[in-house]
């Protein structure tokens, strides 16, 4: 089954403790993304990978790192995290000839 | 800048009625334009495409509009039920193969038994 497979789903932690949140995708897209989303605002990109060793900032880039070394993984990092990366966060991967982005179920971060 | 609006930004009807979400869009170039359903918490998923060429797509009771000329596209939800109950996001592409989607901020449909 062709799916974005995204962990943790939840996770609580504090203010400047590092964490990472994977992204695995099956379907051999060379294209994938992060965003973050929050009440009241749509989806906002965060990062995105047109292909290995390929990554470029999206609209809120602040206080993200990603990595692509290999095509089926895009992990998002938070070095430093603060509250104000509370938020729910989409990992999805984009499909090079229909241009479809295929969604993860989502990993909900409260930092307090 | 590019940019995509959706309207109405919520939306309350009753089940078993019709309803109409609009997305007007300045991007350009223009490649396709995607509605995609979101179920609370859950990841959105698509509902239809429209490249430029189309005017009309439908997948079941869904039905999408496109008029490039003016640049709106409309989603059309017919005999709405429950489960219509979601938000409904326009996504507008320059390119299938790079460059970044433009997202609006989606459309809240309450469907009320």
């Known amino acids: 089954e062709a799916q974005v497979t995204q962990n943790p789903r939840y996770l609580i932690t504090v203010t400047g403790k590092k964490l990472t949140v994977t992204c695995s995708q099956n379907?051999?897209?060379?294209?994938m993304s992060w965003y973050r989303q929050d009440p009241g605002l749509g989806l906002r990109q965060i990062y995105y990978s047109m292909n290995v060793e390929v990554t470029d900032k999206g609209d809120v880039p602040e206080g993200y790192k990603v990595s692509r070394k290999e095509k089926r993984n895009f992990p998002l990092i938070l070095e430093s995290p603060s509250p104000n990366q509370t938020s729910l966060y989409f990992c999805a991967s984009r499909g090079s000839y229909t241009g479809e982005l295929f969604f993860g179920e989502g990993s909900r971060l409260t930092v307090l | 800048k590019n940019q995509v609006e959706q309207s109405p930004q919520s939306l309350i009807i009753l089940e078993g009625k019709n309803c109409t979400l609009q997305c007007n869009y300045t991007v350009s170039p223009f490649s396709n334009l995607r509605w995609y359903k979101q179920d609370t918490g859950r990841g959105p998923v698509s509902l239809t495409i429209m490249t430029f060429s189309e005017n009309t797509k439908s997948n079941g009771r869904y039905t999408a509009t496109l008029d490039a000329d003016t640049k709106q596209s409309s989603l059309h939800i017919t005999a709405s039920q429950l489960s219509d109950s979601a938000s409904y996001i326009c996504v507008v592409s320059p390119n299938t193969n790079a460059g970044k989607s433009t997202f609006g901020d989606g459309t809240t449909l309450t469907v009320k038994p």
């Open positions: 379907m051999n897209h060379e294209y």
